[in-house]
């Protein structure tokens, strides 16, 4: 899913959520012919109707009013915040990035293809009522909404952004009908402060929210282990009819907001295993891959998500290659600096299985333990 129209989701220059990012990604993908292995295509931004399947209506009225006149913007709905600084046109470009996710949703769920990619979305904080960190309206819930407009039972997301998926969650809390499974760098130590264990749902949504707040400092063999103590088991489990996953590259050990240490290579890595997870429990395969969070916006956020499009488009990017003498070029031009010559960072990530055995000292097995025994006796499962 692509439309040049969504890199005017802008929120100025000394903010970093810089649109270059967006622009680079898509050139990335040109200069490797993957757009020759893939069909680019643009959908309509998303109308009110659509808007309204997850917010509310003042909500709605208030962006386009801060949309029109950003002067207007005084903090109301989180709007003309630090995080959330309003824009002339920041109704228009957060819809069209919406209307991306939920086109997408709509052309895996109605079979115009297994897969689909929209890297310009993951805006998963915003809230019902309210933008928040750095998210106006929320597409991921807006495409999982849409999925069940349609006539799905059964949606599972996947989220593996540094920060909470706290919008995803708070938008299905109460419905059983779609899972959340959100890793993140713990809430102490990292905005949105919310992502605890012990957040499972409730009423009937009760064990449909996953939580799995990693310590500080988490790195490639942890970030792995992590996942894949937890989603595997869970989706095999839930037997989902779609599959949508937010890949914030954020979680990378050069990013300037957060405190992990993962590589592009395990970024990569986990990459690779939604797409063989949709295709081993998902109906029909259907995966709708959305991008995120990701504030090193020349050396990782393009790389990431360059891997997300050709591992979603059955066409893999060998991590040794070099990166295409053209695409350094247009980065020297947009940005001045130097681009990475290799799509890998040289790692070679690997992680211990969960049934391999507990280490009840380690932090990091002391937070995948704490989740599967909030969850997993929820949903059946032995923890």
Same mark, same amino acid.
């Given at each position: 899913m692509w439309d040049d129209a969504v890199t005017g989701y802008d929120f100025g220059s000394s903010h970093p959520m810089d649109p270059v990012r967006l622009a680079l990604t898509r050139e990335l993908v040109r200069a490797y012919g993957l757009d020759r292995e893939v069909d680019v295509v643009s959908a309509p931004p998303a109308g009110g109707s659509t808007l309204?399947?997850?917010h509310h209506e003042a909500y709605i009225d208030a962006v386009r009013r801060c949309s029109a006149d950003p002067r207007s913007a005084? +903090? *109301?709905?989180g709007i003309g915040t630090v995080d959330d600084p309003a824009f002339a046109g920041m109704h228009e470009a957060s819809a069209l990035i919406a209307g991306q996710s939920v086109g997408a949703a709509e052309a895996v769920w109605r079979g115009a293809t297994?897969?689909?990619? $929209?890297?310009? +979305?993951g805006l998963h904080h915003a809230m019902p009522g309210s933008a928040s960190g750095f998210c106006i309206y929320n597409d991921a819930s807006l495409a999982i909404a849409r999925l069940l407009e349609l006539g799905a039972e059964r949606v599972a997301y996947v989220d593996v952004d540094v920060h909470h998926g706290d919008g995803v969650q708070a938008a299905f809390w109460d419905d059983p009908r779609v899972l959340t499974i959100s890793l993140h760098e713990h809430p102490r130590t990292l905005f949105p402060q919310t992502g605890w264990p012990e957040e499972t749902g409730e009423g009937a949504g009760e064990g449909s929210a996953v939580n799995l707040p990693l310590p500080a400092g988490t790195g490639d063999e942890g970030w792995l282990r992590a996942f894949h103590s937890v989603v595997p088991e869970l989706l095999a489990d839930?037997? !989902?009819q779609a599959l949508v996953t937010q890949h914030g590259a954020d979680t990378h050990? &050069?990013?300037p907001l957060a405190h992990l240490a993962v590589s592009l290579d395990a970024q990569r890595a986990v990459q690779a295993s939604c797409h063989e997870l949709a295709h081993e429990y998902v109906d029909g395969g259907r995966w709708v891959a959305l991008g995120g969070g990701g504030y090193s916006v020349v050396d990782v956020v !393009?790389? *990431?998500?360059?891997?997300?499009? *050709?591992i979603a488009a059955h066409a893999p990017i060998d991590p040794e290659s070099a990166v !295409? &003498? &053209?695409w350094r070029e247009e980065v020297y031009a947009r940005t001045r600096e130097s681009a990475p010559r290799r799509m890998t960072d040289g790692r070679t990530p $690997?992680?211990?299985?969960w049934d391999a055995g507990y280490d009840p000292a380690d932090r990091l097995d002391q937070a995948i333990l704490a989740t599967r025994r909030a969850v997993f006796p929820l949903r059946g499962l032995l923890a």
């Open positions: 309204r399947l997850v005084d +903090g *109301s709905y297994k897969h689909a990619v $929209n890297f310009a +979305g839930f037997r !989902p050990f &050069e990013d !393009p790389r *990431s998500w360059t891997h997300l499009v *050709s !295409p &003498e &053209e $690997n992680w211990q299985a």
